[in-house]
Each structure stands twice: as structure tokens, then as C-alpha cells.
């Protein structure tokens, strides 16, 4: 069994006509058995940068916070929030930092830049960035979520369509895999709000 | 001494506060004596870490560090490996990259699928990367080692493309590719083949047109054309039928291209479209996705549409805060 594979994960996030979707699964296991269903996965940063984590919970938890960290750092230094690029690179100047012994989890970040420009990117474990127009995906499902969301993806979708497709993709993904599911957890954010939602789904 | 110079946030502290800062980010001895994981065969000649014999790394409080790896989750992963998890994958760019000398200057092409096993991770990435205004370098191995060695995006100085840009600020002249060979080989060499960096580094300086292939494990090659990658062997079939001295732009990008296809059609670990850069003497450009021989085709216009939507539990709406532009109005204070 890979490492990736102990606690069960998958993150996906899709880019909208200025907005950005991201959903994550909600269950935490210990390899086969469910010992949590509403772990939480995806993070804020600040109110335009969000960062889904999958893999290992425990380096998913500690990343999450070293990540928090830097980014108050940054805030009181340089008085404004960090633009979601400037975060991805700050993200995979971490994990490559650890390239020898690297964190065991994959980020999926999704933010709005300048313009309310919507911008994802995910990475692996040692911090190679993807950055991609449409759709990132991450996690144990990450092959019946690549598949989906190939699928269901079209371009410049507005924020309720944009929800409708992610959760499809998420639910329809997570139920071909048995260590990732009971429930969807997703975040669609506007320049205006940010809408979370959690989903119901298969509980197996 | 760097030592002395460097600023802490905005106070500067004594000596003895760096030294006891140096101290927690030590080399873990006891780790490297222990098992196999690499470490840096030679010092950094203005090395600010000093070394505490069997102390180990002690990360307490997560300052940021000065640059260089850092090993503190190597014991860990160790002990998941031998308790039978397996350890990961890493994100490769199978890749086909070459690059060819004609006339006038250097031409680079590389394709643009990135791999995680067997699956196609991204299926536009960018592998040619910027190392000065005159060179650029195409990647193939591991991506965040590709990434990492010739980017800028680490602190830390010993990443290429920065050196040389401090490099040209302290003599105020353009880069040569030899320097950035020289750069890359040193690294990649200290690190005795384990960041995983095959490289074509191509550019004009004053000297001329240069081309070199860069290894793992820092040997290097300079050659009239070259190719690397999983798809080197389908390329290096189309240069070696067609290769010849003189070759102007136009025969050049299109020798390329074909090179480039020739590895995206055969190999496995290539795909998706032909990226492209030319340098010449004073002037570069970059053809991103130059060719796209694989579009999709099966695109449905009227899209996706779903029966049965997806039940909601919970919704929770928080509205964000309007920005404000702050303009500034009146005059400004005078003494």
C-alpha cells in the first residue's frame, strides 16, 4: 500500500467566469477502516486563497499550520495578503526544501488574483507546480477525478453551474473509490462571498 | 562574514544570536552516518551553518531557513517505508527535449506532457526554462528538480538562473553559457546524481552560438545537436537523417518540430504539443505551443448536463468585504 493511501483523500478544483471551486472528500481512515467523516481537507488562507490538502492527515494538518505561519509573516510584514501565485511558489519552495525526505501530502491551491482573475494550481510532493486553465485534481481518487473531469468541464461556467459540476465530479469519482467519500465538502468562491456547502453523499 | 551583514527582520542581532540560530539548522549527522540519504559533497564556501557533532536537527520553531534541503522528515519516512508503506511517486516530465545550432544561433524544442506513473498529469507544461536573457534550458526528469535548478523561485543562492543574474549585476556584462554550464554541473554534481535533472542548455553570447547536455550526475556534452529524455532516441533518429551545417531558421524550427513529433507519436512518456525557442544573437523568441498535433476533438457543444443534482446538507454564505481604493487627495505635508 502506498503511503498516500493510509488516510484516504481526493481534492479537486475548477476554475469558473471569475470564480473557483474547490471540494474535498470528508472521510479520515486508517487504511481500511472509517475513523472520522468530517475531516476537514480544504483550508483558507485569506479570503482569495484556499488550499485543498490530500495524503497523509498528519502532514496535511502541519503543513496547513507551518503554511498559516508563513503567511501571517507575510501579512505583518507586508501589510497586504499574498497573491495566490506568490503562494503557490511559497508552497513549493517548502516541499522542494524537503526534497529528500518530503512532506506526503499534495496541495491543490485555488484563489483569485488581480481582477478577480481565478487561478489553480496543484503540485506533488516534492513542490513541482501545475498550473492549469480548467481543472486540478489530487488524492486517491485523483484517476476516476482526472476522468470526470474531463468530462464535465466546459469553460467560463458561472458560479451555481460551476457547484453543480464539481459536485458531480467529486461524488461520481469518490464512488469508485473505496477510501475517499462519505460526503463532500465545497467551497465556490466570488470577489463577492464565499460559499460552502457540504454535500450528501454515498456513506460506504 | 555573511554572517554579520544579514538583517533579522528589521534589528540587527549579535553574532552569537546567528550562531545559536546557525546551530539548529545543522547537517543531521547522525542521519547521514545512519542511512543512505545524500547530502552535499562540498562545503558552500561562505558557509553559514555550522556544524554541532550529534545534535540533531531540532526544528522548534520554524524560522525561516537560510536555503538548502532540510533532512528533519527523513527518520520518519524511513520508518513508514520499512513498516511497508510504499514511498511516493514523483511528478516526472518524460519528455522529449533537443536542441540544434543553425546559422544564426541555437534552437530549442521540447514537448509538453508531464507523467505521474502512468498517468498524464498535465498535458501543457512548460518545459523550456529562462536562465538569462540569452540562454535558455529545457528540463527532462524529475519536474520540481528541473524547476528548482534552474529557477529563482528559492532563496536560497545556489539556484542557477538567480547566481547568474547576480552574477551579471556584479560584472555588468551578459551571461555566458559556459558560466551557466558550469553553475549546473557543479550542482547537480555535489548532489551525485540524486536531484534527478537532465538538461539541453542552449545560448548566444558573445562567443557564439553554444548547445550542451547537461546529466544527472554532472557530466556534460557540447554538441552541434542533442536530444534527452525517454523520447532522445525518436528524436536523435530525425537529426541524425537530417542534421546539417548551416541550416537556416526556417529548416531549423521545422528539423525541430520534427523531432519533436517524431518522440510525441512513439514515445509514451511525450505528448501533447511542440514548444519552441529561438536565440539568436541579441534577440530571442519563444513559441509556446508552436505546434498542437493532438487536440480534442470529441468536444460535446452542447456540454455535460445532469439528471439528478447534487443533495446539499449545509450552506454557509459569507460575504467578503467590499476593496476599497485608497487615492490619495490634498497635498502632501511639507517641513
Not at chain 1, 103 to 111: D, E, K, N, S, T
Not at chain 2, 104 to 131: F, Q
Not at chain 2, 256 to 279: K, W, Y
Request: with cysteine.
Amino acid at each position: 500500500m502506498s503511503i498516500f493511501e493510509y488516510n484516504g483523500s481526493a481534492v479537486v478544483a475548477m476554475v469558473g467566469k471569475n470564480c473557483f471551486a474547490i471540494a474535498s472528500d470528508r472521510r479520515l481512515g486508517v487504511q481500511l477502516q472509517t475513523i472520522a467523516t468530517d475531516f476537514q481537507r480544504i483550508s483558507k488562507i485569506h479570503d482569495r486563497v484556499f488550499i485543498g490538502l490530500s495524503g497523509l492527515a498528519t502532514d496535511v494538518q502541519t503543513l496547513y499550520q507551518r503554511l498559516v505561519f508563513r503567511h501571517k509573516l507575510y501579512q505583518l510584514r507586508e501589510e497586504r495578503d499574498m497573491k495566490p501565485e506568490t503562494f503557490a511558489s511559497l508552497v513549493s519552495a517548502i516541499l522542494y526544501e524537503k526534497r529528500f525526505g518530503p512532506y506526503l501530502c499534495q496541495p491543490v491551491i485555488a484563489g483569485l488574483g488581480e481582477d478577480d482573475k481565478p487561478f489553480i494550481c496543484t503540485m506533488d510532493s516534492i513542490g513541482a507546480k501545475e498550473l492549469a486553465k480548467d481543472f486540478v485534481v489530487s488524492g486517491t481518487a485523483s484517476e476516476s477525478l482526472y476522468g470526470a473531469c474531463e468530462a464535465m468541464y466546459k469553460p467560463d461556467m458561472e458560479a451555481e453551474e460551476l457547484f453543480e459540476t464539481i459536485s458531480q465530479a467529486l461524488l461520481s469519482s469518490v464512488d469508485r473509490d473505496c477510501l475517499s467519500g462519505w460526503g463532500g465538502h465545497v467551497y465556490v468562491v466570488t470577489p463577492n462571498e464565499i460559499k460552502e456547502r457540504i454535500l450528501k453523499g454515498r456513506m460506504d | 562574514m555573511d554572517l554579520l551583514k544579514v538583517n533579522w527582520g528589521r534589528r540587527k542581532h549579535s553574532l552569537f544570536y546567528y550562531l545559536f540560530l546557525a546551530s539548529k539548522q545543522l547537517f543531521p549527522l547522525d542521519l547521514y552516518l545512519f542511512s543512505p540519504n545524500p547530502f552535499r559533497f562540498d562545503q558552500p564556501s561562505s558557509s553559514s551553518r555550522l556544524f554541532d557533532f550529534g545534535r540533531m536537527s531540532q526544528a522548534g520553531v520554524d524560522v525561516p531557513a537560510k536555503g538548502g534541503f532540510s533532512f528533519d522528515l527523513c527518520k520518519r519516512n524511513d520508518m513508514l517505508i520499512q513498516k511497508g508503506l510504499k514511498a511516493p511517486s514523483f511528478l516526472k516530465t518524460g519528455t522529449t527535449i533537443v536542441g540544434l545550432i543553425f546559422k544564426d544561433g541555437v534552437i530549442l524544442g521540447a514537448d509538453t506532457r508531464a507523467t505521474e506513473g502512468p498517468i498524464v498529469a498535465d498535458k501543457n507544461c512548460e518545459k523550456i526554462h529562462y536562465m538569462a536573457p540569452n540562454i535558455y534550458c529545457c528540463g527532462a526528469g524529475t519536474a520540481a528538480d528541473t524547476e528548482a535548478v534552474t529557477g529563482i523561485f528559492l532563496s536560497n543562492i545556489d539556484m542557477v538562473s538567480s547566481q547568474l543574474r547576480l552574477h551579471r549585476y556584479q560584472t555588468g556584462r551578459d551571461s555566458r553559457v559556459i558560466t551557466a554550464l558550469t553553475l549546473l554541473k557543479k550542482h547537480l554534481f555535489s548532489y551525485q546524481g540524486h536531484v534527478s535533472a537532465a538538461l539541453v542548455l542552449g545560448g548566444v553570447d558573445i562567443t557564439g552560438p553554444h548547445l550542451h547536455t547537461i546529466y544527472p550526475h554532472g557530466s556534460t556534452d557540447t554538441l552541434p545537436f542533442a536530444t534527452m529524455g525517454s523520447g532522445s532516441l525518436a528524436a536523435m533518429s530525425v537529426f541524425e537523417a537530417k542534421y546539417k551545417e548551416g541550416l537556416t531558421r526556417d529548416e531549423g524550427i521545422k528539423l525541430v518540430a520534427e523531432a519533436i513529433c517524431s518522440g510525441i507519436f512513439n514515445d509514451l512518456g511525450s505528448g501533447s504539443n511542440v514548444d519552441i525557442c529561438v536565440i539568436t544573437k541579441g534577440h530571442k523568441e519563444y513559441l509556446r505551443n508552436y505546434m498542437e498535433p493532438n487536440p480534442r476533438t470529441y468536444v460535446s457543444s452542447k456540454g455535460y448536463s445532469f439528471t439528478k443534482k447534487t443533495e446539499v446538507l449545509r450552506t454557509k454564505i459569507t460575504p467578503l468585504m467590499e476593496r476599497v481604493e485608497i487615492t490619495e487627495v490634498g497635498e502632501a505635508m511639507e517641513e
